[in-house]
């Protein structure tokens, strides 16, 4: 019997030497749980949760420290009894001829060599050296990660459907994740003061702004008159196109004279510091709700994947049911 795999990207964390080195002098080894015959050690868990565990103390402090960290480890021993436990099921039906090649390994180590590394196989050593890792050992733990990844896929029938009723029933009832804005298509001209040009409060800018401002007003095209007077290099070249934007885009001033536009009209000259703004509205969209036929898709991606999710915890369900797990930590 041949276990089929397929290849699941796996990063490598790097952490700073020092960080490291703190990491490991502060571990006093010992059993956090023990899974049938296997023990997890709680320097597993603080393996685990290292990185994270060290960005939550940067943010809280005191009890609610307390009470996060203790639900960052619940939940990480949670993951490794899981995985102890998948793992052990494999064991079972290695003895019955399941295997993963070793050539699956060495292509993931190849591709993280490549991918984290630019191909330089000697500063990947290096750094798993600075963690305290050999590349053995290192390919005993992707080895296990594709075990875990794999296991939990075959276990998943494929054959999920999802009814029309339930797509209906969530998109009714997640209407609000499908809810669009109002919305403009803007183009802007923006005129800014230059130290050796004109000075603020003399006519200079503001009176240029007026007079392209009538311009526009007496029908000349807004895209040609952006490209030849704009200060804004972004947008400059296109027209002082903005595309399709949201309220927020823009600061409160500008916001509130841009929605207020009507398609087709020229705004009047605004004034923010040392710049001066002249916006058309080239179009309006109000408010709405993308249509059920847009998202059928998207929602039956989502559902199909919920499924999947429940298929494997009712899997993993089974398989703490029968196993003997005693959490010590």
Known sequence: MRFVVTLFAVTLVLQPLASLRAQRAEVVDG???????DVITISQVRELIGARERSLREVYSGNDLAEKVKEMRLAAL???????LIIQEFRKMSEKGAS????????RIASIIREEFGGDRSAFVRTLQAQGYTVTRFKEIEREKIVVQAMRQSKVNENFVVSPTQIQAFYNKNKAAYSLPEQIK???????????????GTGGKEQIADEIRQKLVEGAEFDRMAQMYSDDEGTRDTGG????IERGTLNEQLTSVA??????????????????????????????????AEVRDEIERNLTQQERLK???????????????????
Do not use: C, H
């Open 78 to 84: 949670k993951d490794l009894v899981d995985r102890q």
């Open 31 to 37: 059993i956090a749980a023990v899974v049938n015959s």
């Open 259 to 292: 929605f207020a536009l009507k398609p087709g009209q020229v705004g009047p000259a605004v004034r923010i510091g040392d710049s001066f703004y002249i916006m058309l509205v080239e179009a309006k969209k109000g408010a709405s709700i993308k249509p059920i």
């Open 311 to 329: 298929a494997q915890q009712r899997w993993l369900d089974t398989l703490r049911a029968k196993a003997y797990i005693k959490i010590l930590s």
């Open 186 to 200: 803007l183009r802007m001209i923006v005129l800014r003061e230059k130290a050796d040009g004109d000075v603020p």
């Open 241 to 244: 196109d903005w595309g399709w």
């Open 100 to 107: 993963i090649p070793d050539y699956v390994v060495d292509d």
